[in-house]
Structures are given as structure tokens and as C-alpha cells.
């Protein structure tokens, strides 16, 4: 799956008191809709209530909901392995924006918390989602988290 990828130019301006993004020439109010399981249900009724930004989530750690037993992302994830990522699952949650909310603008969010693969093949390893100060030092980490950005 190919995907076009089109030079955009944004900033922050301040225009009126109000703090707003500069999208290519288009002034947007900086609310963005951020939800970690958008769907084809929700994405088209923040679009049609005019909201113009959506943050892409693409993470295959679990939510707080339910003793972490769902996960954020309902595309799977990105960071599949050592040196092995789905972009796939990416391309997936991108498509049903394009979809859903056509002439929107994306930012990617980027989840580097410790995998469940990688907590599996390292057991020392901590969880970064909960113990980030206590791991943000471990080199492998650190070095696998730089590989995957």
C-alpha cells in the first residue's frame, strides 16, 4: 500500500488571544480529536462537529481499563519486534482517517513504553508505562526505542 506523502508547513500562532495551529495557510483552533480507539463510529462525528486535527495512536500496550486487558489501539501494533514493525496496522487506522475525515490533518503519536514482546524476551526489563523512571536509563531499551523512531 502506497501512501503520497505531501510537504506541510505548520506553527503555533496567536491571533486574537487565542492559541491556534497554521496547517499550510489554515488556521485551526488547537483542540484535535485524541482518542486511542478511534472507529468509523466516532471519527465521522467529531469531523462533522468540525474539528480538523486527529492524533494517530498506533500502540499495542493495554489501557488501565479492565486490569490492562484492552488495548489502546484496536489496529494492533506498530513495534512488533526486534527490528520488526507492522506498518501495516499504521497504514490500517490511517486509511480509516483519510476515510472518515478526509481533508483533516494527522499527527502521529509515537508509543515508546516497553512492548509486551519486549518484556517478554527480557524479563529484567520494566514496564515503561508504569515504571518509566525506573527504565528510562536501560540502554537496550533506549537503543531499541531510537531504532523504531
Given at each position: 500500500m502506497k501512501h503520497e506523502i505531501k510537504e506541510t508547513t505548520a506553527k503555533i500562532i496567536n491571533k486574537n488571544g487565542n492559541t491556534m495551529l497554521l496547517i499550510n495557510g489554515t488556521e485551526l483552533y488547537s483542540s484535535a480529536f485524541r482518542s486511542f480507539r478511534p472507529s468509523e463510529d466516532n471519527v465521522p462525528d467529531f469531523y462533522d462537529k468540525g474539528f480538523k486535527l486527529f492524533c494517530i495512536h498506533s500502540s499495542g500496550i493495554m489501557t488501565a481499563l479492565a486490569n490492562r486487558t484492552i488495548p489502546y489501539s484496536e489496529y494492533g501494533e506498530v513495534w512488533s519486534g526486534e527490528d520488526s514493525y507492522s506498518w501495516e496496522n499504521l497504514a490500517a487506522q490511517a486509511e480509516m482517517f483519510k476515510k472518515n475525515a478526509p481533508d483533516a490533518y494527522y499527527?502521529?503519536?509515537?508509543?515508546?513504553?516497553?512492548?509486551?514482546?519486549?518484556?517478554?524476551k527480557y524479563p529484567q526489563?520494566?514496564?515503561?508505562?508504569?515504571?518509566?523512571?525506573?527504565?528510562v536509563d536501560n540502554p537496550k531499551w533506549r537503543e531499541s526505542a531510537k531504532e523504531y523512531i
Open positions: 499527527a502521529v503519536m509515537i508509543d515508546l513504553n516497553t512492548p509486551a514482546w519486549m518484556l517478554e526489563m520494566r514496564d515503561t508505562w508504569t515504571e518509566l523512571i525506573q527504565e
